[in-house]
């Protein structure tokens, strides 16, 4: 039996263990075999740190949360920048993060195709959804939007993610350019609803 301090390194890397599973396999073909093999250790050892496989997915589901509010404190908290700077750079982390890693999309669909059918995966989704809008929300507040943060955070994660759904299931449609093109134009849009920023001493290209 190990130890218990090493209980939260284990976990951890169960869920990851499971991260690998989703992205290679799908969820509908996941084991707790499969995942400890990943993992590697002995199937048994799983159930002394989950209880069952919904524990591990939302092990994985907080995990992932707690990786990217981290990143995106990191970028909130870096230098001090005007709005368009600020957001042209948010905008860039998102695509790059969230459109353009095959591998994080295939896995997040499956966690979403999952909530849809056991509640127990759905509630730590939905806290995670909630704390991706809620770190642009944060941007828009700095940024001066008022009572249009909610809303503007709203729908960059919908182009954010609509992006990514089409990019992962139809990678030729398009090309990384006109994803490019795509969101230029919504960061536009939204400057053009902001306050004017005095730190912004040139326009966002």
Request: net charge neutral; aromatic share 10%; charged share 25%.
């Given at each position: 039996?190990?130890?218990?301090?090493?209980?939260?390194?284990?976990?951890?890397?169960?869920?990851?263990?499971?991260?690998?599973?989703?992205?290679?396999?799908?969820?509908?073909?996941?084991?707790?075999?499969?995942?400890?093999?990943?993992?590697?250790?002995?199937?048994?050892?799983?159930?002394?740190?989950?209880?069952?496989?919904?524990?591990?997915?939302?092990?994985?589901?907080?995990?992932?949360?707690?990786?990217?509010?981290?990143?995106?404190?990191?970028?909130?908290?870096?230098g001090k920048?005007?709005?368009?700077?600020?957001?042209?750079?948010?905008?860039?982390?998102?695509?790059?993060?969230?459109?353009?890693?095959?591998?994080?999309?295939?896995?997040?669909?499956?966690?979403?195709?999952?909530?849809?059918?056991?509640?127990?995966?759905?509630?730590?989704?939905?806290?995670?959804?909630?704390?991706?809008r809620g770190?642009?929300?944060?941007?828009?507040?700095?940024?001066?939007?008022?009572?249009?943060?909610?809303?503007?955070?709203?729908?960059?994660?919908?182009?954010?993610?609509?992006?990514?759904?089409?990019?992962?299931?139809?990678?030729?449609?398009?090309?990384?350019?006109?994803?490019?093109?795509?969101?230029?134009?919504?960061?536009?849009?939204?400057?053009?609803?902001?306050?004017?920023?005095?730190?912004?001493?040139?326009?966002?290209?």
């Amino acid at each position: 039996m190990a130890r218990k301090s090493q209980a939260p390194r284990k976990r951890e890397q169960i869920a990851w263990a499971l991260f690998d599973c989703l992205a290679e396999n799908g969820h509908e073909n996941i084991t707790i075999k499969r995942i400890a093999a990943r993992a590697g250790m002995p199937h048994g050892v799983i159930h002394y740190y989950f209880e069952k496989k919904d524990d591990i997915v939302n092990a994985l589901v907080e995990a992932l949360t707690a990786l990217y509010q981290e990143k995106f404190q990191k970028f909130l908290e870096s230098g001090k920048q005007g709005t368009g700077s600020r957001l042209e750079k948010m905008l860039h982390y998102l695509v790059e993060a969230f459109v353009f890693d095959r591998r994080l999309n295939r896995v997040f669909y499956n966690l979403v195709q999952m909530g849809f059918e056991r509640q127990g995966v759905n509630a730590p989704l939905r806290r995670l959804l909630d704390a991706y809008r809620g770190n642009i929300r944060d941007m828009f507040v700095q940024a001066g939007a008022g009572d249009q943060s909610s809303p503007l955070a709203m729908m960059t994660v919908a182009v954010i993610e609509g992006l990514a759904l089409q990019w992962m299931i139809d990678p030729d449609g398009f090309d990384r350019q006109e994803v490019w093109d795509t969101v230029g134009s919504v960061r536009d849009a939204i400057i053009s609803s902001l306050p004017a920023d005095p730190e912004d001493n040139h326009a966002v290209k």
